[in-house]
């Protein structure tokens, strides 16, 4: 058994478009197809890919309207995974920020949130 280290991944996007909760939700199943999509594109184009779980979940998040605060939530998924060790970590912030832009341009996000090993950002559109 050969060990390595982890170079662990995670994009977190939620499937609501805006704020309210009428507001058009995407679904995980759209979710997994823009992935898919990704990985055959960037496979053509002869660019690194990265395989991982799709996982169900919500962000929770604090509402302040006028004096009054609350939380509010919605629906989300998280892709995470391990970047290979072939890839470099620069190519690794590369492939996971583009990514995270797909995800926000076809679900009208205005924030994605990436993780790679210690590292964390958000991609804003």
């Known amino acids: 058994m050969q060990e390595t280290a982890t170079r662990p991944f995670q994009i977190s996007c939620g499937l609501r478009e805006g704020y309210e909760e009428s507001a058009t939700t995407h679904t995980p199943a759209e979710t997994r197809e823009v992935i898919q999509q990704w990985i055959a594109q960037r496979l053509q184009e002869i660019k690194p890919v990265i395989a991982g779980t799709l996982i169900v979940g919500e962000f929770i998040y604090p509402w302040t309207e006028g004096s009054a605060t609350s939380s509010r939530f919605e629906p989300a998924i998280h892709f995470k995974g391990q970047v290979r060790e072939d890839v470099s970590d620069s190519e690794a ?33």
């Open 93 to 125: 912030k590369e492939m996971l920020t583009d990514l995270a832009t797909k995800l926000a341009k076809t679900f009208s996000q205005k924030r994605v949130h990436v993780e790679f090993c210690n590292t964390y950002w958000i991609v804003e559109i």
